[in-house]
């Protein structure tokens, strides 16, 4: 019985519950499972949203973390009966969530690992070496990792992409400091249009509720079209999927367009580049500390760049 039943472990599960930034530096390792394991099912347990734009984007299974899985982090006894089967059914675990105790009390078969989401302070290297680093004592995921993170910064992921010609603007952050000034963005926007160039602004759920009524309506007066407001990360994916570049600040998105291949100009002034530019093949990335020091006459530069092929 012991024997059979191992046969029939056959899940992979990655907790995960950080920003999409974050989420999306998590990827190399989702994918290298994948690799790695080609007769599991890779489950990514994390918000229903992110777990959607994993399935589509990487190919993998998803199940929302809100349904029924907070009772690990907590002193109740029982888990809901999906949860506890595939918990019965893994035979690795990955969390980003902490919460390892319990998994291996709940999955005493299977093999857990811990990871930090997020590099310590004063790190001087990509946050995904830290991933790499963390891995370490598992060479063979450590190796299948540094493949997959070669991979997607030589091509970026397949996303059977195709360019409608236009520029995607993402004005937002998840912190005020590291957002460009507003007006500049119009000013951008203006310059693109007077070149003849479509330009479409994209807003989350953050700068909904940050941005002031003028701040909104300079800038679709300067795009000359509503503002596009993805209600899901899938959304915003397929919205990425017909651009020819994203501009925007250090964020979730320009994460996402990165991985995706897509061209990219990122701002960066606070936070480190060193450490947190996004992955992929096209990220071009203005960094002055002081982030209002970055002129519109830098970013059309870095656009320029982007149309001359480099």
């Avoid at 007769?39 to 994993?54: E, F, P, Y």
């Avoid at 893994?90 to 902490?98: D, N, P, S, V």
């Avoid at 001087?124 to 995921?141: N, R, V, W, Y």
């Avoid at 990220?283 to 530069?301: C, F, N, Q, S, Y």
Wanted: contains cysteine.
């Amino acid at each position: 019985m012991p024997a059979m039943a191992a046969l029939l472990r056959r899940n992979v599960l990655i907790f995960h519950a950080g920003a999409l930034g974050d989420f999306v530096l998590s990827w190399p390792l989702v994918m290298a499972l994948g690799r790695l394991h080609p007769q599991s099912r890779i489950i990514v347990v994390t918000h229903a949203s992110k777990g959607a734009l994993a399935e589509l984007a990487l190919h993998v299974e998803s199940h929302d973390v809100e349904q029924g899985w907070h009772g690990l982090f907590t002193d109740e006894a029982t888990l809901p009966e999906r949860p506890t089967r595939m918990l019965e059914a893994a035979h690795a675990i990955y969390t980003f969530m902490g919460g390892e105790l319990a998994l291996k009390k709940r999955a005493p078969h299977a093999q857990v690992i811990p990871l930090q989401p997020r590099p310590p302070e004063g790190y001087a290297k990509h946050a995904s070496q830290f991933l790499i680093e963390q891995l370490a004592p598992l060479a063979a995921m450590k190796s299948a990792v540094e493949q997959m993170l070669r991979s997607i910064n030589l091509r970026g992921i397949g996303t059977g992409r195709s360019h409608d010609g236009f520029v995607l603007v993402h004005p937002g952050s998840g912190s005020r400091e590291k957002c460009w000034p507003t007006e500049r963005f119009v000013k951008v926007i203006d310059k693109l249009k007077r070149k003849k160039q479509e330009v479409r602004v994209v807003v989350g759920e953050v700068e909904n509720e940050r941005f002031t009524p003028e701040q909104i309506g300079s800038l679709e007066k300067a795009a000359g079209a509503p503002l596009f407001r993805p209600a899901t990360f899938v959304d915003l994916f397929n919205e990425l999927r017909i651009a020819s570049l994203l501009i925007g600040n250090d964020s979730g998105p320009s994460h996402l367009a990165g991985v995706m291949g897509l061209p990219t100009v990122t701002l960066f002034g606070p936070s480190d580049p060193v450490v947190w530019k996004p992955m992929g093949p096209r990220v071009r990335v203005l960094h002055k500390p002081m982030l209002d020091a970055i002129t519109v006459e830098d970013v059309m530069g870095e656009v320029k760049t982007h149309e001359g092929g480099a």
